[in-house]
């Protein structure tokens, strides 16, 4: 099957635009992107989604003691956490650790009542 040169390139651009690569910010270093990293890329929004989770919530369950306030982990969290974010050519995929956080340190902080 031929394919032309302006077909290829469509389908690249295709093919490029679905994967989805995770990215971590240091919240420490607010805006400093030389402390940026790649983390990798996945072939789905679930699976980008999922590993921006699961480091929001290592960093909570590892900062979260018993009594602490919803206050002193997200703000321990936004202050010191890793802030992971997706970019992708789909833009119906999208996550906001900082939103993730805010319901997870409600939901630890209010175990115990």
Not at 63 to 71: D, I, L, R
Not at 92 to 106: E, G, I, L
Not at 108 to 113: I, Q, Y
């Given at each position: ?7 290829f390139f469509?389908?690249m ?38 590993v921006c989770?699961?480091i929001?919530?290592?960093f909570?369950e ?10 002193e982990l997200?703000?321990g ?14 833009k ?15 939901e ?6």
């Open positions: 099957m031929k394919i032309s040169i302006m077909g469509a389908e651009k295709k093919i490029q635009s679905k994967k989805y690569e995770v990215y971590v910010d240091d919240n420490f270093h607010f805006l400093d992107e030389s402390e940026r990293y790649k983390l990798g890329e996945f072939k789905t929004c679930e699976d980008a989604v999922a989770k699961k929001v919530d290592d909570l590892k900062g979260y003691k018993k009594g602490m306030s919803f206050k997200y703000e969290y936004t202050g010191f956490g890793e802030d992971p974010f997706i970019i992708s050519g789909d119906t995929c999208f996550f906001s650790a900082w939103t993730y956080a805010k319901k997870r340190c409600t630890l902080c209010n175990e115990e009542k």
